[in-house]
C-alpha cells in the first residue's frame, strides 16, 4: 500500500512537472516571436533574426538552476580550500611562462599584473578547462522567457545575436554557464560586446578558442572596472589581542597609517606601515579564523563577482601564482550549516529582540550586525560570526545533515 501511495504520488508530481514544461513549452514559442520584433528594433536584420531565434530552445533545466537553493550554507573555509590550491597554483605559473610575453604587454598597457588575470582565468574555468556545456542563446532565451528577470535576460540576449553576427560566430559553438557567461573568463554577452579585444591579432574576437583574446580581455575589463595599478588588492593581517571586531567591515574603512596605529600587522608579524590608502578589516571565518585588510582594488574584484569570499579566493590565488606562501593562519574546522540551521538561528535572533529581518538562510549583512550585536550583549567576541558557540547559546540544535 505504501509503495502504492508512493508510486501514485510521483506519477501525480511528474505528470505536474510535465505539465508545467509543457506549457513553458508553448510560452516559450509566443515568447520567440516578441524577441524576434524586439530583435528587429534593435536594428537586427529581420532575416538574421528570425533564422536564429527560430533555432532556439526551450531549457527546463536552466529554470531549475535558476530557482535552486543550496542544501548548506557554504563557509569560508569549504570556499576557499576548494578554490584557492595548490594545482591552480602551479598551474597557474605553467600559463604564465606559457603567456609571458603577451602578459607583460597587458601589464604595460592596462597596469593589470599576470598573477591577477590568472587568477580569474583559473577561478572562472580552471584555465579553460571548463568553460560550461549549456548553449548560451537557448539559456538566454529560455530566461529571457521567464517572468523573474526578462528585462535583463532579454537585454543580454540580444546583445549575444549582435555579438553572433559581429565576430561570425557559429550559433552552435556558443557553450557556457546556465546563465549564459562565455568563454575562458566566463563573461556575459554585455561584458564581451564592450570590454572583449582582440588580443591574437587575427582581427576577430573569440573568447571560447583564443586564449590571448580571453586575457586580452580580462584586462580591458578590470581597467574598465576602475583597477588602480601598482597597487595590490588586499593582504593577510594579524589583529591584535582583544581587538574591536566592531571594526570590521566596509562601513569601518580606515588608513592604513590608522590601522597601524591600532595594531594591525602583517601576517608575518612586521608592522603594517604608514599610508594613506584606505582598507577594511574582514573576518571571513570569525576571529578563530585568517584576518585580512581589503584595498580599493579587492572591490573592483567583486565588480567581476560581488562575493567577498570570491575576491578574497583570487587575490590570494594571484599572490600564490606570483610566489608568496599560503594563508599564515590556519583555517578554522567549522561544520557545514543546512540553510535549515541558518533559518533556525535567524529566527532566534529575532525572538530574541536582535532583529535580522525576514529568515531566509542567508548570512547577509543583517545577520551578521544582529550575530554582533548578540555577541556583545552576552559578553562573546562580537565578530559576527555564527560560530558553533553562538549556535549552542542562542539555543540552536544543528540538523542531522550538518557535518564537520
Given amino acids: 500500500m505504501i509503495f502504492f501511495r508512493s508510486f501514485f504520488l510521483s506519477s501525480v508530481t511528474?505528470?505536474?512537472?510535465?505539465?508545467?514544461?509543457?506549457?513553458?513549452?508553448?510560452?516559450?514559442?509566443?515568447?520567440?516571436?516578441?524577441?524576434t520584433q524586439q530583435a528587429v528594433e534593435k536594428g537586427?536584420?529581420?532575416?538574421?533574426?528570425?533564422?536564429?531565434?527560430?533555432?532556439?530552445?526551450?531549457?527546463?533545466?536552466?529554470?531549475?538552476?535558476?530557482?535552486?537553493?543550496?542544501?548548506?550554507?557554504?563557509?569560508?573555509?569549504?570556499?576557499?580550500?576548494?578554490?584557492?590550491?595548490?594545482?591552480?597554483?602551479?598551474?597557474?605559473?605553467?600559463?604564465y611562462e606559457k603567456h609571458r610575453e603577451l602578459l607583460n604587454a597587458l601589464n604595460d598597457r592596462f597596469g593589470i599584473p599576470p598573477h591577477y588575470l590568472l587568477a580569474f582565468w583559473g577561478l572562472e574555468t580552471n584555465f579553460g578547462a571548463y568553460?560550461?556545456?549549456?548553449?548560451?542563446?537557448?539559456?538566454?532565451?529560455?530566461?529571457?522567457?521567464?517572468?523573474?528577470?526578462?528585462?535583463?535576460?532579454?537585454?543580454?540576449?540580444?546583445?549575444?545575436?549582435?555579438?553572433?553576427?559581429?565576430?561570425?560566430?557559429?550559433?552552435?559553438?556558443?557553450i557556457g554557464s546556465w546563465a549564459g557567461a562565455m568563454g575562458h573568463t566566463q563573461f556575459m554577452p554585455s561584458a564581451y560586446a564592450h570590454y572583449a579585444i582582440d588580443g591574437d591579432g587575427d582581427g576577430n574576437i573569440n573568447l571560447w578558442d583564443s586564449e590571448p583574446d580571453a586575457l586580452s580581455?580580462?584586462?580591458?575589463?578590470?581597467?574598465?572596472?576602475?583597477?588602480?595599478?601598482?597597487?595590490?588588492?588586499?593582504?593577510?593581517?594579524?589583529?591584535?589581542?582583544?581587538?574591536?571586531?566592531?571594526?570590521?567591515?566596509?562601513?569601518?574603512?580606515?588608513?592604513?597609517?590608522?590601522?597601524?596605529?591600532?595594531?594591525?600587522?602583517?601576517a608575518s608579524g612586521e608592522a603594517l606601515g604608514n599610508a594613506d590608502i584606505e582598507g577594511y578589516v574582514l573576518v571571513p571565518a570569525g576571529h578563530n579564523g585568517p584576518a585580512f585588510l581589503a584595498y580599493h582594488n579587492f572591490?573592483?574584484?567583486?565588480?567581476?563577482?560581488?562575493?567577498?569570499?570570491?575576491?578574497?579566493?583570487?587575490?590570494?590565488?594571484?599572490?600564490?601564482?606570483?610566489?608568496?606562501?599560503?594563508?599564515?593562519?590556519?583555517?578554522?574546522?567549522?561544520?557545514?550549516?543546512?540553510?535549515?540551521?541558518?533559518?533556525?538561528?535567524?529566527?532566534?535572533?529575532?525572538?530574541?529582540?536582535?532583529?535580522v529581518g525576514v529568515a531566509d538562510g542567508i548570512i547577509g549583512p543583517a545577520t551578521?550586525?544582529?550575530?554582533?550585536?548578540?555577541?556583545?550583549?552576552n559578553d562573546m567576541v562580537a565578530d559576527g560570526f555564527p560560530g558553533l558557540a553562538l549556535m549552542e547559546n542562542v539555543g540552536v540544535t544543528l540538523s542531522p545533515s550538518s557535518s564537520s
Fill in 131 to 174: 568553460k560550461g556545456k549549456m548553449p548560451v542563446l537557448d539559456s538566454l532565451a529560455t530566461l529571457a522567457c521567464d517572468e523573474r528577470r526578462s528585462a535583463y535576460f532579454t537585454d543580454e540576449l540580444l546583445v549575444a545575436i549582435e555579438l553572433l553576427i559581429r565576430e561570425s560566430l557559429p550559433q552552435d559553438a556558443m
Fill in 44 to 95: 537586427i536584420d529581420e532575416q538574421t533574426a528570425t533564422d536564429v531565434i527560430s533555432r532556439l530552445r526551450y531549457q527546463p533545466r536552466v529554470i531549475e538552476l535558476d530557482r535552486s537553493q543550496p542544501e548548506f550554507v557554504q563557509t569560508f573555509p569549504g570556499y576557499f580550500s576548494k578554490r584557492v590550491t595548490d594545482w591552480r597554483v602551479q598551474k597557474g605559473q605553467a600559463m
Fill in 299 to 355: 572591490r573592483v574584484i567583486m565588480r567581476w563577482n560581488n562575493s567577498e569570499f570570491y575576491a578574497i579566493s583570487v587575490g590570494h590565488l594571484a599572490d600564490r601564482i606570483a610566489g608568496a606562501a599560503g594563508l599564515h593562519a590556519p583555517l578554522p574546522d567549522l561544520p557545514a550549516y543546512s540553510r535549515n540551521d541558518i533559518i533556525a538561528l535567524q529566527n532566534r535572533l529575532n525572538a530574541l529582540g536582535y532583529d
Fill in 368 to 377: 551578521r550586525q544582529g550575530i554582533r550585536a548578540y555577541q556583545m550583549a
Fill in 217 to 266: 580581455s580580462a584586462a580591458n575589463f578590470l581597467a574598465g572596472l576602475g583597477w588602480k595599478p601598482g597597487f595590490r588588492w588586499g593582504r593577510e593581517i594579524i589583529l591584535p589581542e582583544q581587538f574591536d571586531y566592531r571594526l570590521s567591515g566596509y562601513a569601518q574603512r580606515r588608513t592604513v597609517t590608522e590601522w597601524n596605529a591600532l595594531g594591525v600587522k602583517k
Fill in 14 to 35: 511528474c505528470g505536474l512537472l510535465l505539465s508545467s514544461f509543457h506549457a513553458s513549452a508553448d510560452n516559450f514559442e509566443q515568447c520567440k516571436t516578441r524577441l
